[in-house]
């Protein structure tokens, strides 16, 4: 059964918000990667641990006090990590307290063992060094883990000489399992390193993406909401003129001139609501120069921009609103006076606002004479400006025309 289309706006409420609390869909890459370790982890450790498991329990005598301490002390913690690993919950913790006790373990062995009676022979906890290294990389911070794999080899090679009380021949035998296991821990640390790197940036990448495409769908949004409502504005002002024309009587016909006027200053209104949208940091008039520019390139327009006084700040609100009734002035220009003798100058007042003119030496019109239905002047330049209490005016005659724009600090 076909499902109904989902609008922009409904998507665009469906992204996470990018810089909130973390989601599951703002790290799903990186959660994935540490499921997959976790679980490769629990495989490898209980096939070592199974080993070293048969191994105890054949050279453990139940009446042996200290065996049965360490054989407890060790398998508990790594029973409690390979669970936690299948379940992919408390992993962290319960692979911080196998680390730590097969340590305490390892450094205790000696002391609660006694001797051992040859180098060939190797106690079960030894078979366990690199599953302690693998659970300090589940658990810890990158530096411990490598600090991990580094020290806990030679914590077991030290272990190993004093059992066998430094001889020549547990030095050989030390000396090979130490670097053995120094190059395999250290192999093992680089590769979860480099597996949660590698998904941290697909994360981020997807971060980005998500942003970028919420940007583009509030952008959307936005046009989508002002294209509803200068429609809807538009009809108002349609509306009104109807009833002008058919007032009968001078007082039906003021109150229809104000339903248009009203009308009309509602519709820049709304499109000078949906310009306000971001941020109202103060913009020089460089920027503004920058805007008319790409404008007139829009527009396939030659002409001067002239720029005169200083730096020219003013509000965000203002400049977007100044950019675009000079954008609809320069528009006019083109299509009206093809252009002809078109210069625009723009002039910083230091932080008290910015002025924009915009001449050219059309055949120029009759302001007065401009129809209540031309809203690319009545609604475009002179209500947008006046919605962010600036200035507007027109100036036309058969010399040309010129728009004069301005907003200045109250």
């Not at 051992?116 to 190797?122: E, L, M, T």
């Not at 009587?249 to 209104?269: P, W």
């Not at 310009?275 to 327009?301: F, H, K, T």
């Not at 924009?356 to 019109?365: A, E, L, N, Q, R």
Request: net charge negative; aromatic share 6%.
């Amino acid at each position: 059964m076909p499902t109904d289309p989902l609008s922009i706006r409904e998507a665009w409420g469906k992204i996470p918000s990018p810089g909130s609390v973390e989601t599951e869909f703002e790290r799903f890459t990186g959660k994935r990667m540490e499921r997959i370790l976790a679980t490769v982890v629990a495989v490898g450790s209980a096939v070592l641990g199974t080993q070293a498991l048969i191994a105890a329990l054949a050279t453990t005598a139940w009446s042996d006090g200290p065996r049965v301490a360490t054989l407890l002390a060790v398998y508990i913690p790594l029973a409690l990590m390979l669970v936690a690993c299948v379940i992919g919950r408390a992993v962290r913790t319960t692979s911080g307290i196998f680390a730590i006790a097969y340590v305490v373990a390892l450094g205790a062995w000696p002391s609660l063992v006694g001797p051992a009676g040859s180098a060939a022979d190797q106690p079960w906890i030894f078979f366990l060094v690199n599953v302690g290294v693998v659970a300090a990389m589940l658990a810890f911070p990158l530096w411990l883990q490598f600090a991990w794999a580094v020290g806990l080899p030679f914590v077991y090679g030290y272990v190993r000489l004093v059992e066998g009380s430094f001889s020549r021949d547990f030095w050989v035998t030390t000396a090979f399992d130490v670097s053995f296991t120094l190059i395999l821990g250290i192999v093992i640390i680089s590769l979860g390193w480099m597996f949660r790197s590698v998904a941290a940036g697909v994360d981020e990448a997807r971060a980005r993406a998500v942003a970028s495409y919420a940007d583009a769908a509030a952008a959307a949004a936005a046009e989508e909401e002002r294209v509803a409502m200068s429609a809807l504005m538009h009809d108002s002002v349609l509306a009104a003129l109807i009833a002008v024309e058919r007032a009968e009587g001078e007082r039906a016909r003021e109150l229809a001139v104000g339903m248009a006027r009203e009308a009309l200053t509602r519709l820049a209104n709304t499109e000078a609501a949906v310009a306000q949208e971001g941020s109202d940091e103060p913009i020089g008039m460089a920027q503004i120069v920058v805007e008319l520019r790409r404008a007139l390139s829009e527009l396939g327009a030659d002409a001067i921009v002239e720029e005169r006084g200083g730096l020219g700040l003013i509000p965000g609100r203002a400049a977007r609103a100044l950019v675009l009734a000079a954008r609809q002035a320069l528009g006019n220009a083109v299509t009206h006076a093809h252009g002809r003798g078109l210069h625009i100058v723009a002039e910083g007042r230091g932080d008290d606002g910015i002025h924009v003119t915009i001449s050219d030496t059309g055949p120029g019109f009759d302001v007065a004479l401009i129809g209540a239905d031309r809203l690319g002047i009545r609604a475009s330049i002179l209500a947008r400006m006046a919605g962010v209490a600036g200035t507007a005016s027109i100036d036309s005659s058969e010399l040309g025309t010129v728009v004069a724009l301005g907003w200045e600090k109250p």
